[in-house]
């Protein structure tokens, strides 16, 4: 059971923006940065955002980060084919004293 | 390039047992806490175990306590997991997964090994 909640999907035509959501508590989002993953089908994950809005090298600026009190959200813009994936939140839990994943959001490029 | 490649998994009879290694090359591992993560089938991501650079501390998620065990040979760059009374609960892809040296959780990750329990 998943202590990050997100929806379970999103959807946009190419070049629109989407956003997803994630809602945390104070022991995780509140008090730990937030990282997202993208999982391509049928592969592993892939960093995509690390400390609430950092890129890694190579991730397209299309990408971005927030973080606002216990929740976060990540926004894609210019929205292409190729991404469509499922996007997943995560963040250390203090009081679980483990790291924690979203529940993932199904991105459908339509 | 940051490498990470699992092996071990396979079809495992509920009770029994696997271990899961983990190969990493490309970067100095013994500098590293790494992480195992599993998907089960059709499912999200579930963090299971970290370790840290010198195998000093391990963190396990609670379903896995008491039954799984974390371990590295910084000698042989590997990650271990040895895996005890599994259930069918525990069929899922397992990924090792480099911990950041820079904030807290998982920047690279290898290609998983699944593991299969069932009768």
């Known amino acids: 059971q998943s202590v990050l909640s997100q929806p379970p999907s999103a959807s946009g035509t190419p070049g629109q923006r989407v956003t997803i959501s994630c809602s945390g508590s104070?022991?995780?989002?509140?008090?730990?940065?937030v990282n997202w993953y993208q999982q391509l089908p049928g592969t592993a994950p892939k960093l995509l955002i690390y400390?609430?809005?950092q890129r890694p090298s190579g991730v397209p600026d299309r990408f971005s980060g927030s973080k606002s009190d216990t929740s976060a959200s990540l926004a894609i813009s210019g929205l292409q084919s190729e991404d469509e994936a499922d996007y997943y939140c995560?963040?250390?839990?203090?009081?679980?004293?483990?790291?924690?994943f979203g529940t993932g959001t199904e991105v459908t490029v339509l | 390039e940051v490498q990470l490649v699992e092996s071990g998994g396979g079809l495992v009879k509920p009770g029994g047992s696997l271990r899961l290694s983990c190969v990493g090359s490309?970067?100095?591992?013994?500098?590293?806490?790494m992480n195992w993560v599993r998907q089960a089938p059709g499912k999200g991501l579930e963090w299971v175990s970290s370790?840290?650079?010198?195998?000093?501390?391990?963190y396990s998620t609670d379903s896995v306590k008491g039954r799984f065990a974390v371990s590295r040979d910084n000698a042989r760059n590997s990650l271990y997991l040895q895996m005890n009374s599994l259930t069918a609960e525990d069929t899922a892809v397992y990924y090792c997964?480099?911990?950041?040296?820079?904030?807290?959780?998982?920047?690279?990750w290898g290609q998983g090994t699944l593991v299969t329990v069932s009768s």
């Open positions: 104070s022991s995780n989002i509140g008090s730990n940065t």
């Open positions: 400390s609430n809005n």
């Open positions: 490309g970067f100095t591992f013994s500098s590293y806490t």
């Open positions: 997964a480099r911990g950041s040296g820079s904030f807290r959780g998982p920047d690279n």
């Open positions: 995560a963040a250390w839990d203090d009081s679980l004293n483990g790291y924690v």
């Open positions: 370790i840290s650079s010198a195998g000093t501390y391990t």
